[in-house]
């Protein structure tokens, strides 16, 4: 059981929460768990989440699996130059 | 992603070397070819008409005395490219921003686009074209644009991000927040506070190239673009999608790059020219001048930042704060989310808060540049910090190094850090001759840190052994900083062959899967780790068709050194076969031997950098001189030195510039005053000294060789170490950049009076 920190943006889409707790074995799951649990996070997750993993950042691969008390953080995927 | 991306320790022969690029004679010799270089058959010239009012309503467009013109073949306007965005914002204000729809946003945004068949042509059809428009107030300054009597830009616009959402409209279009602890606990612990305002004007990313394309559409559905991009399967992604082509079926080829920064992430006229060869059914050839590039593409936010931090006597700071307020042009965007993550990122505090509100105004679409908002976060935290320093009277360096950011903090922005190079640039910084020497008459001395994200991402490379065994590899990400060279070092380091016997190319769109830009420092860091994988699945190739050659079982043939060699003593008396040798019999061991991979290199570490400059003022004119300049940074592992050196000496470079010169000048009327080179002055050789270079390595763990990526971080310090040196030069704290002579004069007659 993982507990996940949403950016700001997305508390309105999660019932206000700041931290939503979620069981799941890979960053795939993770989502899935959070957009079957809260639908209005569906679109936010499409394109624009990263995923913060005990502090690497993934952008694309949602295969990663969640090693045991890891720390997690959603954020919004990031522009570069 | 099966690739194991884990880093492991190894010695190096060709990574680390400094041998010359790929690319180079071509660039030298005027071979190369940029985006204006390519011509088609029939090809007609473009041009684009730009509104020069800030804001105003397009009451209508009378296109058809333009389209009477002798030799025009073609006019569009927004009705030629329908909305196709199906509600997604950010690719309607793409679209808004290449051609404007219901109203002109900013002095210079296009309106109707020409095709003919010269240039005559289409300058004469471009002056009959008639706009009807209706003039709207316009706000350019950021905090102008934030009071209660700005004119609205956008009317659906409502705060996001504030609970409850406001029921009137507003210029500010998001709020984010950052941080943790309780910063008025910290700062009631602060023995000493400092909190100051600033601003940073607009720049633009400068990059010497204008944007170029040939587009070319055919009546069958498919067509082709040649451009100047750092991504041109993002290109081909958000053109298909605005034009209603299938991806497929547009080709993009890319074209060497005259720079690019950030500034070439994104389409500006691309989907104009498109529209404009559909409509002619010719080739169309669409230029944008450096005016056009000043006033329509690019440029990134101007800010207005408040920081406060407070500290205890013994250098411990307690809290920091900011406010961060950024513009994006007339479209919502996230550059204040991102200058409110990376504030304070080098940091390791018990009381934190950021703030980012993204202002729209009356100016060019933001886009990224380089670390994109990061270097005005930097100016405004690191000048404070300079400031705190001396309150305290601690040495500013050794007051970074008491609050650095270590491996284990939790970052300003969220996250715990795992190994990070902030603390080694400072202890760097501290040794480095530069910080002791003596300084001259009227000359100052700053320093400071800056930080950014990097990141990976979709990444796709093909190697392919030739009979000769010389070997090419074609990537996907647009070498726009020497990657060519950095690629085919990797690949001769896995292989163990020789760095003269690889071909880097870059791919179209057409002959290799999805990559994502250059964009984010992830060139080399991303593309490397996909020829490395592209390579061991080569070597596997080859220890098949040595098997076969040999007639042993597959274990036991084995890859040391660039030669298959047989396992244990039973075949031990065979001589090592090497890619030459294998790729020979190719032809009779299974045909062609190629090495293939595609993932998602994510994991690139965050990066850090310290620079300390020296600046020279002359207290008459308010002029400046950086008399010497310093770079310390971490690369990971530097692939090719010489480029990673460049790369520090590039963002340092424009960051000097943008600290010191360079700035978007608006008139009363909301029009840009100095939409070219002579009046908008970037830093040219002799302004600057050798920017000298010292490269960390402390490797990455998620890259087999330990690579970071590099070209970004570099720009972010510069900014904050200028106006540090500076206000260390006279004496008075400067807290707008670009601190210019007419600046500087100022603050000295006002420290006067």
Known sequence: ?81 | MSFDAAYQSKPFNSVGTRPLRPDGVDKVTGRARYGADFNMPGQLVARVLRSAHAHAKIKSIDTSRAEAVKGVKAVVTATDLPDLTDGDPALFAVLDNCIAREKVMYDGHAVAAVAAIDENAAKAALQLIEVDYEILPHVIDVDAATLPDAPVLNEAIFTQGVEPTPTTPSNVANRSEFGHGDVKVGFAQADFVVERSYKTEQTHQGYIEPHACVASCNPDGTAELWVCTQGHFVYRQICADLLGLEASKLRVTPSEIGGGFGGKTHVWAEPVALALSRKANRPVKLIMSREEVFRASGPTSATSIDVKIGAKQDGTITAAEATLRYTSGPYADMWAELGAMTSFACYDLMNVKTVGLEVVVNRPKVAAYRAPSAPMAAFAVESTIDELAQKIGMDSVDFRIKNAASEGTQSSYGPVYGPIGIGPTLEAAKAHPHMSAALGENQGRGMACGFWFNFGGQTCTDLNISADGTVTIAVGTVDVGGSRASLSLIAAEELGISYDCIKAVIADTSMLGYNDMTDGSRGTFSTSMATISAARNAIEVMRQRVALMWEIPLEDVYWEDGHAHAAGTKHGNRAPLSVKDIAAEAANTGGPIAGHSELVADGAGVSFATHICDIEVDPETGSSRVARYTVIQDAGKAVHPSYVEGQYQGGAAQGIGWALNEEYIYGEDGRLQNPGFLDYRIPVCSDLPMIDTQILEIPNPNHPYGVRGVGETSIVPPLAAIANAVSNAVGVRMAHIPVSPPRILAALNDAKD
């Open chain 1, 1 to 81: 059981m993982f507990d996940v920190t949403l950016w700001a943006g997305l508390r309105p889409l999660a019932d206000n929460q700041k931290v939503v707790r979620v069981q799941a074995r890979t960053i795939w799951e993770l989502l899935r768990k959070l957009e079957e649990r809260y639908p209005g996070l569906a679109g936010p997750i499409k394109g624009e989440v990263a995923v913060s993993v005990n502090g690497v950042i993934y952008r694309n691969d949602w295969s990663q699996k969640l090693p045991e008390g890891a720390e997690i953080m959603l954020m919004r995927r990031l522009a570069g130059g």
